[in-house]
C-alpha cells in the first residue's frame, strides 16, 4: 500500500471505514445514511464500507464507544479517527469533518 505524499495528501487507493450510529428509523437517520452514501459514492467510489449502527438494539454501544449524539459518523480509517454529528446534509461540513476537503479560511 502506498504512503500519503508529502503534500499531506492521501492516497488515492487508499481504504475507508465509516461507522454511523442511528436510532432507529427515524427521518433524520434515513437523511445520514442516504446522504452519507451519496459523499461516498462522489468522492469514495469504491474505497469505502459503512457499517451502520442502530443504537435503539444495541444501547450499550453507545456508551462504550462514547457516542454523545446520533446520528455520529466516525471514521475510523484512514487515521486518525473523527466524529461529525448530524444528517450530513451540509456536504462541505462533511467533507471537512471526514478530511476530504481542506477548511477554507472565512472571508
Do not use: F
Amino acid at each position: 500500500m502506498s504512503a500519503s505524499s508529502k503534500s499531506g495528501g492521501k492516497p488515492a487507493n487508499e481504504r475507508w471505514e465509516l461507522r454511523l450510529y442511528t436510532a432507529g428509523q427515524t427521518p433524520k437517520s434515513l437523511a445520514a445514511i442516504r446522504n452519507l452514501k451519496k459523499v461516498c459514492e462522489e468522492h469514495l467510489p469504491g474505497r469505502y464500507e459503512i457499517e451502520v449502527i442502530d443504537l435503539l438494539q444495541n444501547p450499550r454501544l453507545a456508551k462504550d464507544h462514547q457516542i454523545i449524539a446520533i446520528p455520529t459518523l466516525v471514521r475510523k480509517l484512514p487515521d486518525p479517527i473523527r466524529k461529525i454529528i448530524g444528517d450530513l446534509s451540509d456536504v462541505d461540513r462533511t467533507l471537512v469533518g471526514l478530511d476530504l476537503r481542506p477548511r477554507s479560511p472565512n472571508p
